[in-house]
Structures are given as structure tokens and as C-alpha cells.
């Protein structure tokens, strides 16, 4: 647990339970491990007590994104991305791995309860104690939180190659012909990370929306106002919207993933059907053609004793020679009527070689 006192001027960190500056805020930034170590100071420094629910919320790893308020203070249960030191297999699927992070917004104080682990809020305080005069510190608890809160989603974006890379190769691996698909159940996986993404997306939309709603009644002069809690301002209405932009970016996204697997995967199934018929209407017409030849065979096969043309010396030629006048009419009935045009696979793909090398001839031309 660490105290930051943010100034207008600069940032500091202190070990011992600070004074509230006239002319700033205090962060109190905490790990889980703490536990509920930080209730105490702030207690002193705020003069507010936290609710026993919202203490039991703030331990709970599984509680989802979530917003409440009392006439004192708010709480933002925010989830981001969590942490992987492993080295992520490029034919695995991509989890999405979330852990929450708590917000206590007091009127001058801020109180961050996250994993022990965590980058963001490290790299952000050391930031603010970097900063000085150079840069604009925050002036208010609740510019700090969205900062933090900004980094958070930003991580959701990282997400968006790895996951359309996975999504794509899945594609390709549905609509290859020479291949049968059978990793079913992984793309069934990827489906469903994808969905919950776009619920973890719109679990923040809502927690970050009825926290900005709550503020927004805090504008109206008629309204009952908590006490010392900010209203919100204009810059802070700036940086809601622009983290409500990324949200919905990162949810778009995720939405874009989901559909674009669904229509992937009809595709397949339509090139699937495409593929039977094309093999059932070649078998089809080969059994056309070659059923009234098997007709005369079986004719000429019978056992009676006389039978014209069974003991001529040209009978066989001239039996051979009716057999290949009628497949060749036959064959060519068919493709008169498109029933063999498009069924032989060799001639597909001499057709796609052919114009593969028409397009490359025609690209070294110009």
C-alpha cells in the first residue's frame, strides 16, 4: 500500500498516512494482498466509513464490472486484461483472461485496489512522479481513474491482431477445399472468447455509463447532491467520451470477430452442399451415360440360343461401335445442357491455372 499525493505542481509518494494538500488529492494505490489495511487511513483522512458489502465487492475476484454510490464516496468495479508471462502458442486459442480493479472515489481521495501484478498502475504512478511541471497532473480523483481506466481498455485493443489473426486462419482452414475441416471444437473455443469479450465490453459500457449518469445529475442545480463529490466538468466529460469511444471500439470489434466466424462457417457449409451436388450430378450422369450400355451388354449377355448378330464375325465391332455412338451422344447431351460443364474438378483447375497465368502475364506486361 502507497500513499501519492498529487499536487497542481507535482506528485511525491509517502509511506505514513498523508494530509489531504488545499490544492490536490491523495492516491492510496493497493494490491489484493492488503486486504483491508487501507480502510483505516482513509477513514482518517476522509472522515467516511466504506460500506461491509462494497468491502466484500471489492474482495470478490469473479465480480463483474459494476458501479454504486453512496452520499459519500463511489465504487467502479472495472475488469481488465490479465497478465500472461507464458509464451502464447500461435495454434492455441486465445484466452481472454480478465481480473477486476476497484475504484473507491472519495471528494479528495482515490483508492485503487488491483492485482499485485499489474503494469498499468505502476507505470501511471511512476508517470506522475516523472512528471513535475513538464506535464499537467490531474486535479481530480476522477481525471486519475479514467486515465487508469483508459489504459485498461487500450490493453483490450492489443487483443485485436492476435485475435483477428486466429480468427482468419480459422477461416482458411474452413473454406480450404483440398482439406476437410475437423477443429471444431477449437473454432467453437474462439467463438466463445469472442463472445465474451463483447460481454465484458458492454459489462464496462454499463458500469462506466451509470457512473457518468450519476455525475451528470450532480450538474443539475435542483438535483440533491452528495457531499464534496465533483461535478462533472468538461474535461472530464471529454475524457468519458473518448474511453467510451475505445470501449465501443474494442466491442465492435469483438462483434466484427463473432460475425465474421458465422458467415465463415455458412460459407463452408454452402461450399460443402456445392461440392456434393457437383459430385452427385457428375455421378448422376455418369450412370446416364453408361446405363444403356450396360443395357446392351446385359442384352447380348442372355442365354438364348439364337440371338441376331451373336454369331457374326463383325457383331462385336459393330456392338462396340453402337456403345460409343450413344456415350458420345449421350456426352454431348449433357453438356448441351450444362450438366458436364463444371462438374470435372481437372477442369477447374486448369481453368484456375490458365487465368492465374493470364493475370500474372498481364501484371509483367504492365
Not at 486465445?94 to 479528495?108: M, S
Amino acid at each position: 500500500m502507497q500513499f501519492v499525493i498529487v499536487r497542481s505542481d507535482r506528485a511525491f509518494v509517502t509511506d505514513s498516512v498523508p494530509e489531504v494538500p488545499p490544492d490536490g488529492f491523495v492516491w492510496c494505490d493497493c494490491a489484493y494482498e492488503d486486504g483491508r489495511a487501507w480502510t483505516g487511513p482513509v477513514q482518517r483522512l476522509t472522515g467516511t466509513s466504506v460500506f461491509e458489502d462494497h468491502l466484500l465487492d471489492a474482495e470478490n475476484p469473479n465480480h463483474p464490472s459494476y458501479f454504486d454510490s453512496t452520499n459519500d464516496y463511489e465504487m467502479i468495479v472495472f475488469r481488465g486484461l490479465a497478465l500472461r508471462t507464458d509464451v502464447v502458442d500461435p495454434t492455441e486459442v486465445i484466452r481472454v483472461k480478465t481480473r477486476p480493479a476497484v475504484f473507491f472515489v472519495f471528494p479528495r481521495v482515490l483508492v485503487t485496489v488491483r492485482a499485485p501484478d499489474s503494469r498499468l498502475v505502476p507505470a501511471i504512478r511512476d508517470r506522475l512522479l516523472a512528471a513535475g511541471g513538464r506535464a499537467r497532473l490531474p486535479s481530480l480523483p476522477e481525471e486519475l481513474m479514467l486515465r487508469i481506466l483508459n489504459g485498461m481498455v487500450d490493453r483490450f485493443l492489443e487483443l485485436r491482431q492476435p485475435l483477428g489473426e486466429q480468427f482468419e486462419q480459422r477461416q482458411r482452414e474452413l473454406l480450404d477445399p483440398r482439406r476437410p475441416f475437423r477443429d471444431w471444437y477449437a473454432l467453437l473455443e474462439a467463438r466463445r472468447e469472442a463472445r465474451r469479450l463483447e460481454d465484458l465490453c458492454e459489462e464496462q459500457l454499463d458500469a462506466l455509463q451509470e457512473w457518468r449518469d450519476e455525475r451528470l445529475e450532480r450538474n443539475d442545480p435542483d438535483a440533491p447532491g452528495s457531499r464534496g463529490l465533483h461535478a462533472l466538468g468538461d474535461a472530464l466529460q471529454v475524457r468519458t467520451s473518448d474511453l467510451v469511444g475505445h470501449i465501443h471500439r474494442v466491442l465492435s470489434h469483438a462483434r466484427r470477430l463473432e460475425s465474421s466466424v458465422e458467415s465463415a462457417v455458412q460459407l463452408h457449409f454452402s461450399a460443402t452442399a456445392y461440392r456434393t451436388n457437383e459430385i452427385m450430378r457428375t455421378l448422376t450422369a455418369i450412370t446416364a451415360v453408361f446405363l444403356p450400355l450396360t443395357l446392351i451388354t446385359g442384352i447380348f449377355g442372355m442365354n438364348f440360343e439364337f440371338i441376331p448378330g451373336l454369331h457374326s464375325r463383325s457383331g462385336f465391332w459393330w456392338a462396340l461401335g453402337a456403345m460409343a455412338l450413344i456415350g458420345m451422344v449421350l456426352v454431348a447431351f449433357f453438356r448441351a445442357r450444362a450438366m458436364l460443364s463444371a462438374s470435372s474438378l481437372f477442369g477447374q483447375r486448369r481453368r484456375r491455372r490458365a487465368s492465374r497465368a493470364r493475370a500474372a502475364s498481364s501484371d509483367t506486361q504492365s
